[in-house]
């Protein structure tokens, strides 16, 4: 495929891969080649000067015309673009195109001679200082990477739990605490549920980072800044710990489920958002909505695990008798085969002990509660 590049068009290009990587000289060419055979889902730009004839066989894309005018489409289809260019010239490129570090493309540069792989955009949200020690380790290159909370390896408040599943509920307060961490003042990192494993270096917390176990316990020794993970909604008082803090949301809800056949999924999230409510818990925290298989074509159900991208798990009704429960009933076993739906579905998949909420009916809807244990 040839792009032809012009003035005040855009550029249509072949989007197959995340990554797209550009050159526009003769070594940077063969870096590029290298870098589309070697990476998963790449896809590889290159002037047409340099053609060597098996472009269309390899899926790589030749253009003509100035590379300036090829990076806007490339900056808006792709998840990151690694630009075998000079730093310089880049960061004039794109300057007209940069937005906002949540949605800006991750962009990794590399010299002409494929020595260094620089982050330049996106180094933790976007994904470029992981992307750029991957292409080092694939050139053999040496990754510079300036990113202070990579550097001096400790918490990386935008990122922090983001490999469980985590997200924030505000990024109001993400630069500031970011500086407190890499400025090693005193941090406060109360847990209450979540994945623990979330220290990724192989030595003890830094000194001025604690863990606490309650909200309470960390406002006593007034911390500098504080990262609070929980499903829990905080009550006024606990509010102040976000004056300067970062609430994050574990994936560690699990709603156990069961309906009338036909029941509309505006009443099925009613019935959760209330519950959630009186639970005083989180949505953003909810992982699963599990049911019996009887249920698993239940378009309500499905439609309310779909839009808030729930996992939408079922189990057949040996395996939901499996769980001894609070309150069987022969009346659902009669019409399921299963004592019970939402009670030991919910207990099933979150492995908990005990439930947070054993059993509501409301309308057609019956919900049970669980938390998986950290």
Excluded at 194 to 207: D, F, I, S, T, V
Excluded at 217 to 233: F, G
Aim: proline share 4%; charged share 25%.
């Amino acid at each position: 495929m040839m792009i032809e590049l012009q003035e005040g068009q855009k550029a249509v290009i072949r989007k197959q891969g995340d990554y797209a990587v550009v050159a526009i000289t003769k070594h940077g060419v063969e870096l590029a080649r290298k870098l589309g055979h070697s990476l998963q889902h790449a896809d590889v730009y290159y002037m047409s000067k340099f053609e060597k004839g098996d472009e269309e066989a390899k899926d790589i894309q030749l253009f003509t015309g100035s590379v300036r005018l090829l990076l806007p489409s490339l900056f808006e289809a792709y998840k990151g673009l690694i630009i075998i260019i000079s730093l310089g010239a880049v960061v004039r490129m794109i300057a007209p195109l940069l937005k906002d570090k949540k949605t800006d493309p991750a962009v990794v540069v590399i010299d002409d001679k494929g020595e260094h792989v620089i982050s330049v955009l996106s180094g933790h949200i976007g994904g470029a200082n992981e992307l750029t020690k991957e292409v080092a380790a694939t050139l053999k290159a040496r990754p510079i990477i300036t990113t202070a909370s990579d550097v001096q390896e400790t918490i990386p408040v935008d990122l922090f739990g983001k490999r469980f599943g985590w997200v924030w509920d505000s990024a109001e307060k993400l630069t500031p605490v970011s500086a407190a961490v890499v400025n090693e003042e005193k941090i406060a990192v109360v847990q209450e549920s979540g994945e623990k494993q979330w220290w990724q270096y192989g030595r003890p917390l830094p000194e001025n980072i604690k863990v606490y176990q309650s909200v309470a316990d960390a406002l006593s020794e007034n911390p500098a800044a504080a990262l609070v993970i929980t499903h829990r909604n905080l009550t006024e008082q606990e509010n102040l710990i976000l004056q300067n803090g970062v609430l994050y949301r574990p994936k560690v809800i699990v709603l156990g489920m069961g309906c009338n056949r036909g029941t509309s999924s505006e009443e099925i999230e009613a019935v959760i958002n209330e519950t959630l409510e009186e639970l005083h818990f989180s949505r953003k925290s909810v992982k699963a909505l599990c049911t019996i298989e009887l249920k698993k074509d239940e378009a309500g159900l499905i439609e309310v695990a779909n839009k808030n991208a729930w996992e939408f798990i079922y189990f057949t009704p040996d395996e939901l008798n499996s769980i001894k429960i609070q309150e069987p009933s022969e009346t659902v076993f009669t019409y399921t085969g299963a004592y019970g739906v939402s009670e030991p579905a919910a207990q099933l998949y979150s492995g908990a002990e005990k439930l947070e909420l054993v059993k509501k009916k409301s309308g057609n809807v019956t919900i049970s509660v669980a938390i998986i244990p950290n």
